[in-house]
């Protein structure tokens, strides 16, 4: 930050209204937001209450379903089962009444399954409902039998349904009869409800201790809101917006569950950053207030600008996933992104203006407001400096001895154990297998043209992994197709399974399509197994661009690249230990799978990347800013810890506090990105960008600043260094 002496005034122009000559285009831009306060403070009072309204429905408007791939055969099987064969697809419900006492079609059982069948007749979004057919849906004992519920709207309008109607169902549960519906669209249900309650647990956690985190921080109470309440703001715009935006594309409610928890980390972050350079530029010019906006946003606001759009980027290559959750859990976050860039560049100046010396109110005793460059971190950077090789070989030794396991990680999609026990979906899917055989939830659904049904069933019968398969049904409507259920002999979640529906496609004639809600699954683990180098490749080239954009430096742009993969690397190494190998299952609370979940790569690296060059653009912009006022390495190292390293420390606390609480209840999937995302953040903030990356900048000197000269033609002038 510079300290050069205030412009002279123009004459009867009063001083909070001078703009500074040197303003770049952010500084004009926070300049024009304070001076045109009335008209962006009604602007986001319009947004926030206009979107608000709209904010309570994103419970409940969602779609919980869409884990599919987009353009798959078992997809298309789906689509055919559901229009041809009353709704017979892998979205039907199956309620599963089961008996105590005798065969449940006699008796009280008798007369349960009557009063189910009615309440599911009675449900428009519903097909065909089919009663407890002898030697397919009734066990041989006869305790238990399955009363199917026809698919006849969407997926994510059947998990709706599923939600609707399965308090009523099990409702009817008597002491000797027991009434639990399942299937994939009451597993979406269960998951998306206990999800729900451990969203908003972690977040009544999370809010208390980074309140406490940032008090610390900030060392005063307003300033320490501050980043909470623009975070709140960007939260209830964003989610309005993805109540709208449901309207027209249906949205994964892990959109806005992602988009909670990102939005508010990021929020956090960039209010952090800024609010620290605005509180030192106002104690370095007390009387010149135009000066410290424009010096904060043409520094700190160039950096946070450019470290969205880095999010932003990381996680657009998502969108590649032809997959209509990813798509919408990625566009979830990158619009709540936007919201809270858009809040940190335009609404958060004008408070800051507005409040002035004001935030520093409620400072704790030990708080000095305009301390910009720590003297704790500037003696670590001094450090770093003098023993490079000993540091930075130290902080690769842990990040590399924690990476190892990632070598033997295996990926599968979620199981029924990321369901709570006592969950409906659970239960009735415990029951069917007592009843059914181990495969019976994974039931196949081939789809083949009537010509080829001969053949096709006694492919299937023939098959080492089809335990049973039923006669085939005709279409109907007039399409000249049948449609044959056959049983796996392996739990949908066995890797065997995938090895039974691969070889049926081989066999089968060519006009059968396999699909079924498990071989839904498959198809989409291959997609993201397929997707994941693609995506991680595209993160890595579009991050390296933007960095070199930014910085106008190729090594240090490469360096600050590559180094997000080893905190990457050993948070994934140390979640196959966790939730493939078991370790800590039970200080977590949770049920092993024996795999990691197969939409945990791609998504969670694009996540993690785009928090990491987070870190990277806020010290390696500071870094720049040092070096282009001295041309000194040291300077620019040592510089940078001083001034961005106790931001880093306390975004990076405040990040994994965040996330961690998500460890720390609901079902699997959310621990999982809890871990995961927690482990990357405290790896990534405290040892590559406090140790590594500055370390890389000890070594590589002057070299880690040079642009060739073509390279500068082509790139535009961006500059950190600011009067």
Do not use: C
């Not at 608000?52 to 379903?65: C, D, H, I, R, T």
């Not at 809101?225 to 960007?234: A, H, M, N, R, V």
């Amino acid at each position: 930050m510079s300290t050069t002496t205030t412009p002279a005034h123009k004459a009867g122009t009063p001083p909070d209204e001078t703009a500074p000559p040197s303003a770049g285009p952010l500084g004009r831009l926070g300049l024009w937001v304070t001076s045109h306060g009335k008209l962006v403070a009604i602007v986001w009072a319009l947004l926030i209450v206009g979107l608000g309204v709209f904010a309570p429905q994103v419970e409940k408007n969602l779609s919980g379903a869409g884990w599919q791939a987009d353009g798959s055969e078992s997809v298309a099987a789906r689509e055919l089962a559901r229009d041809s064969f009353g709704g017979n697809a892998s979205s039907a419900i199956q309620v599963v009444v089961h008996s105590d006492e005798g065969p449940v079609t006699e008796g009280e059982g008798k007369a349960v399954i009557a009063e189910v069948t009615a309440i599911l007749e009675d449900e428009p979004r519903i097909a065909d409902v089919i009663a407890p057919q002898p030697g397919a849906t009734l066990s041989e004992d006869g305790s238990t039998a399955i009363v199917l519920a026809g698919a006849g709207v969407d997926t994510n309008e059947m998990v709706r349904v599923a939600t609707d109607i399965k308090e009523e169902l099990q409702g009817l549960s008597t002491d000797t009869v027991q009434v639990n519906p399942t299937g994939s669209s009451l597993l979406w249900s269960d998951f998306n409800e206990a999800n729900l309650e451990a969203m908003l647990q972690s977040e009544l956690m999370s809010w208390p201790v980074t309140m406490a985190i940032l008090v610390l921080a900030f060392g005063a109470l307003v300033a320490a809101g501050l980043p909470l309440i623009l975070t709140l703001s960007g939260l209830v715009a964003s989610a309005g917006s993805l109540v709208l935006i449901n309207e027209l594309v249906p949205v994964s409610i892990w959109a806005m569950n992602f988009a909670m928890m990102f939005a508010l980390a990021l929020g956090i972050d960039y209010a952090l950053f800024l609010v620290v350079r605005y509180r030192a530029a106002r104690a370095a010019r007390p009387h010149d207030k135009p000066w410290a906006i424009a010096q904060m946003m043409d520094t700190a606001g160039k950096a946070v600008l450019l470290s969205g759009l880095t999010v932003l980027v990381s996680l657009s290559a998502v969108m590649i996933v032809p997959s209509p959750s990813f798509r919408s859990m990625a566009g979830g976050i990158m619009l709540s992104v936007v919201f809270i860039l858009a809040a940190t560049l335009t609404l958060l100046p004008l408070v800051l203006h507005k409040l002035d010396d004001k935030i520093n109110k409620g400072a704790l005793p030990w708080s000095k407001s305009g301390e910009h460059r720590s003297p704790r971190f500037e003696a670590w950077g001094e450090r770093l400096w003098k023993r490079p090789l000993v540091w930075g070989l130290a902080s690769l030794v842990v990040l590399l001895a924690l990476a190892a396991p990632i070598m033997g990680l295996k990926t599968a999609m979620p199981s029924i154990k990321v369901l709570p026990e006592e969950s409906s979906a659970r239960v009735g899917y415990d029951l069917v297998q007592e009843s059914f055989g181990e495969g019976a939830p994974g039931t196949l659904q081939v789809v083949a043209d009537a010509a080829d049904a001969d053949e096709t069933a006694a492919t299937l019968q023939a098959d080492e992994g089809i335990a049973g398969a039923m006669p085939p049904m005709p279409a109907s409507d007039d399409s000249d197709l049948v449609l044959i259920q056959a049983v796996p002999t392996v739990d949908p979640s066995d890797p065997e399974l995938g090895e039974t529906v691969d070889r049926l496609r081989g066999d089968l004639p060519e006009s059968a399509l396999v699909g079924g809600a498990a071989v839904e699954n498959l198809d989409l683990k291959d997609q993201l197994d397929e997707s994941t180098p693609l995506v991680i490749g595209i993160v890595m080239v579009l991050g390296f661009l933007l960095l070199l954009f930014a910085l106008q430096a190729p090594l240090i742009s490469l360096l600050g690249t590559l180094a997000s993969l080893l905190s990457t690397a050993a948070a994934f190494g140390v979640a196959r230990l966790i939730f493939q190998e078991g370790y800590g299952a039970d200080f977590l609370g949770f049920e092993p799978q024996g795999f990691l979940d197969a939409w945990a790569p791609v998504f969670f690296f694009a996540m993690i990347f785009a928090i990491a060059m987070d870190y990277t653009v806020f010290l390696l912009a500071s870094a720049k800013e040092h070096y282009e006022r001295t041309g000194d390495p040291k300077q620019a190292m040592v510089g940078s810890l001083a001034h961005s390293g106790r931001v880093i420390f306390a975004a990076g606390a405040v990040m994994v506090a965040v996330f961690f609480t998500f460890a720390l209840s609901g079902p699997i999937p959310p621990k999982e990105m809890g871990v995961v995302l927690g482990i990357a953040v405290l790896l990534d903030a405290f040892l590559v960008r406090l140790v590594l990356l500055p370390v890389m900048l000890r070594l590589t000197g002057k070299a880690a600043w040079y642009t060739p000269a073509w390279l500068r033609k082509v790139l535009p002038n961006i500059t950190f260094a600011h009067d």
